[in-house]
């Protein structure tokens, strides 16, 4: 069944407004959800070189809209294998250095099978970068550096996200996850 992009759309937005907003995943979320700077935008890719230049057309398109602050790049059927998602990943970060994106934008990535090198997949702290597709978050580095700068230190924040995943447990993770897919297009 082809889910439509409305669909997939409405999906990861409640993921990030019921997981990375409720739970404070990310505290910089919450403003920019609130003042609907966050983009989201569904790939039908195939084949990887043409993520790559979906990717790079964001890029553009985000160099050209600075009231957006952010895009969620969202995949639901090209990366089905979480390894294959990290060679993107990969080759992402490389074509963005090429491009010379370096230090005016930068990824953050997502996928439904997601696992920290050196964790077992079935380790809840893998939850922190588990999403409903697998997606790539496209952030502008001005903003991120903005954000720390107000925050302070941030490096407490995943330790804070692993002991908020570990106090949930891996079933409430997985009625959250559950509760985000299930939406009528337009509605709950």
């Given at each position: 069944?082809?889910?439509?992009?409305?669909?997939?759309?409405?999906?990861?937005?409640?993921?990030?407004?019921?997981?990375?907003?409720?739970?404070?995943?990310?505290p910089f979320a919450k403003r920019e959800v609130e003042k609907d700077s966050v983009r989201c935008v569904v790939l039908r890719s195939k084949k990887i070189e043409v993520a790559l230049e979906e990717l790079m057309v964001e890029v553009q398109w985000l160099d050209e809209h600075p009231e957006t602050e952010t895009t969620l790049l969202i995949f639901p059927t090209?990366?089905?294998?979480?390894?294959?998602?990290?060679?993107?990943?990969?080759?992402?970060e490389e074509m963005m250095f090429e491009q010379?994106?370096?230090?005016?934008y930068q990824l953050a990535t997502f996928h439904?099978?997601?696992?920290?090198?050196?964790?077992e997949s079935d380790e809840?702290?893998?939850?922190?970068?588990?999403?409903?597709?697998?997606?790539?978050?496209?952030?502008?580095?001005?903003?991120?550096?903005?954000?720390?700068?107000?925050y302070g230190d941030t490096t407490t924040i995943p330790e804070q996200n692993v002991d908020?995943?570990?106090a949930l447990g891996r079933a409430k993770l997985?009625?959250?996850?559950?509760?985000?897919?299930?939406i009528d297009v337009g509605g709950a």
């Open positions: 069944m082809l889910l439509s992009d409305e669909l997939v759309a409405a999906q990861t937005m409640k993921w990030v407004n019921e997981f990375i907003v409720a739970l404070n995943v990310c090209l990366f089905k294998d979480f390894h294959r998602y990290l060679d993107f990943v990969d080759m992402a010379e994106c370096e230090g005016v439904p099978d997601y696992c920290f090198s050196g964790a809840v702290s893998n939850y922190t970068n588990r999403s409903p597709y697998p997606m790539l978050h496209l952030l502008r580095e001005a903003s991120v550096d903005k954000a720390v700068e107000f908020k995943m570990d997985d009625a959250i996850f559950a509760h985000c897919m299930k």
